[in-house]
């Protein structure tokens, strides 16, 4: 199987583990954590140095998910990679998990750092890459912020601070599917244009389809080229890409309920049915 | 070191040591590191201490960041900017994500004087004291100050200074050794016990004193760590002397008096007096103007003892 196939595969694996985690419990925000399936597919299916048998490993890439309610899409990837067995998915925010909706460093093994409370992600891996700075070391950190997070005023102090210090080694992804909570981006406050945002911040901006995962894997492999600068790859997202009653309920993805019978229906849409 | 010693030279001469030998220490500002002095250190180590510019929220996040990589950064703002405007981030990024971060706040309670209300935090302790396993520390003087700091740095966890920047007046007994999680007496007493913090401990002092020439004998401990609380040494000399005043630099709801109350109702309940700021805002003059205003005087503490005394049974 050639690599990019194998990758697409790994993207369905995903998937169907977004469905069936989100399933286990009835309810979750699966909009949000089908969209990024694709580019977890390409950081841990081939770009990110990580060690499932050692997950705290020194030199390894870091990943913030900023956008922290998409911890069931980590978990998946994370899971089919071999950091924790694929049946404690089934666990997802039950008393006691590992698994809490929103990531936990401290919980979960491969998580690389908390978030949940929108804005502060970006914050912490620019943090994560000075450090690297500090270390010389070639650890890349990468991070995935949401199109609506990017309305909190901490990504622009984020922004602006790693434009500044020219962070080469930070790689960050919007999940640019134009949904929120509560409606449309565009109807209750527009990020547009955000490339021009990200340019005016000093960031080395690149606009993708972010379910081309061909795509994906050449952009990083291009933005690592680039010295000086921090990198934004913006991913054009479908929310809920992948399972077509999920997509069709648009902004009512955000979090929704998935009974049994959509769990069959959705696996077998994905493919990966067993 | 002498009475003229300001806190914040003894932060930054720690600071300058430990990261001239220690890799692992680095230090974050927001644009006050003039009025904290730690703004020499971003030229001293280039690359290891920084200035995000005046956004609070992003440097305690990069700092979270920077622990999660094995570094211990310092990060520095006014009190209130600290602990309210970066108040989640200090919960989430910081606590929450259990990160290995100093949080040094400076111009607590009535001595952001000319700066006034918006720069003068009354409720920072109480914010603190509500998010679990932080520590919070209030240096009584430069030369606690100055014990207390090995100690935070090797502490594993996150932990709040409540900094004066200037000279507080010295209270401390330097022959003594400091324990960061330790209450300590500095006067002892029979009739009543005033617990401490900050610039009331010298005020506390005073009024034991003035109140010995009336024959009544008051105990003084200063209580700079506020949590965890050290329970044993309030509990001992509250069963001792049977009437308890607390005198704070701060609003009497959720900084030491809150402490105090909590811990003597529910294991040794005595008549307890508190000195410190009750419902109003901070504003703007200089200290012996806002010590008044917020009676915060000799006279108030004197008065609070002799009314807690009044109370025992």
Redesign the interface.
């Known amino acids: 199987m050639s690599n990019m196939k194998k990758i697409d595969e790994l993207a369905k694996a995903i998937r169907c583990n977004i469905v069936d985690t989100i399933a286990s419990i009835g309810v979750g925000h699966i909009g949000g954590c089908l969209s990024i399936a694709d580019v977890l597919a390409v950081l841990y299916g081939k770009h990110m140095n990580v060690d499932p048998k050692n997950p705290k490993m020194e030199g390894r890439d870091?990943l913030?998910c900023s956008k922290g309610h998409a911890g069931p899409a980590i978990y998946s990837v994370l899971a089919e990679m071999g950091f924790f067995p694929k049946e404690e998915l089934q666990t997802l925010n039950q008393g006691g998990t590992n698994l809490p909706s929103h990531c936990?460093?401290?919980k979960t093994k491969g998580v690389?750092?908390?978030a949940?409370?929108l804005?502060?992600?970006l914050?912490?891996?620019?943090?994560?890459?000075?450090?690297?700075?500090?270390?010389k070391d070639s650890v890349t950190t990468y991070a995935i912020i949401g199109d609506g997070e990017s309305q909190e005023?901490?990504i622009w102090?984020?922004a602006?601070?790693a434009g500044n210090q020219g962070l080469d080694n930070l790689i960050v992804f919007t999940d640019y599917n134009k949904l929120q909570l509560d409606g449309t981006i565009e109807d209750i406050n527009d990020i547009a244009p955000l490339a021009d945002k990200w340019r005016a911040f000093k960031w080395d901006v690149y606009e993708i389809d972010g379910h081309d995962t061909k795509q994906i894997d050449e952009t990083i492999t291009k933005a690592k080229k680039v010295k000086g600068k921090p990198h934004m790859i913006i991913l054009h997202t479908i929310k809920g890409k992948g399972v077509s009653f999920v997509e069709a309920a648009k902004v009512g993805c955000h979090s929704m309920s998935i009974s049994a019978e959509q769990k069959a229906q959705a696996l077998q849409e994905i493919g990966g049915a067993k | 070191m002498n009475e003229k010693t300001l806190m914040r030279d003894v932060l930054v001469d720690f600071l300058r040591e430990q990261m001239s030998k220690d890799d692992k220490v680095v230090m974050v500002d927001a644009d006050l590191a003039k009025c904290s002095t730690t703004l020499c250190l971003q030229s001293e180590f280039p690359g290891r201490a920084y200035n995000v510019g005046i956004a609070e929220a992003n440097m305690v996040s990069i700092a979270a960041g920077l622990a999660t990589r094995g570094f211990i950064p310092f990060v520095h703002s006014f009190a209130p900017f600290i602990t309210r405007r970066a108040c989640d981030q200090v919960m989430i990024s910081v606590c929450y994500a259990k990160q290995n971060v100093k949080l040094v706040g400076t111009d607590p309670g009535i001595t952001a004087e000319l700066n006034g209300g918006t720069h003068m935090p009354l409720e920072d302790v109480g914010i603190m004291r509500s998010i679990p396993n932080v520590v919070i520390y209030e240096p009584s003087d430069v030369f606690e100050f100055k014990q207390a700091l090995p100690q935070i740095l090797s502490h594993e966890g996150p932990v709040y200074i409540r900094m004066h920047r200037k000279n507080p007046p010295l209270v401390f007994n330097n022959d003594i050794k400091f324990d960061l999680f330790k209450a300590y007496s500095l006067r002892e007493g029979r009739d009543a016990t005033i617990v401490a913090t900050g610039i009331m401990i010298d005020t506390a002092l005073q009024a034991a004193k003035q109140l010995a020439e009336d024959n009544i004998s008051v105990e003084v401990i200063a209580c700079p760590t506020v949590k965890p609380l050290d329970e044993k040494t309030i509990i001992t000399s509250a069963k001792k002397t049977g009437a308890v005043v607390t005198a704070e630099n701060h609003n009497v709801m959720g900084g030491l008096f809150s402490a105090v109350s909590e811990t003597l109702s529910s294991n040794y309940p005595v008549p307890i007096k508190a000195i410190g700021v009750k419902e109003k805002f901070g504003e703007v003059g200089k200290m012996s103007y806002l010590r008044k205003v917020y009676n915060m005087e000799v006279e108030d503490v004197i008065k609070a003892v002799k009314e807690a005394i009044s109370m025992k049974k």
């Not at chain 1, 914050?123 to 270390?135: D, F, P, Q, R």
């Open positions: 870091r913030v936990d460093m401290n690389d750092m908390t949940g409370s804005g502060q992600g914050s912490c891996a620019v943090g994560i890459a000075l450090g690297s700075k500090i270390k005023g901490q102090e984020a602006m601070f």
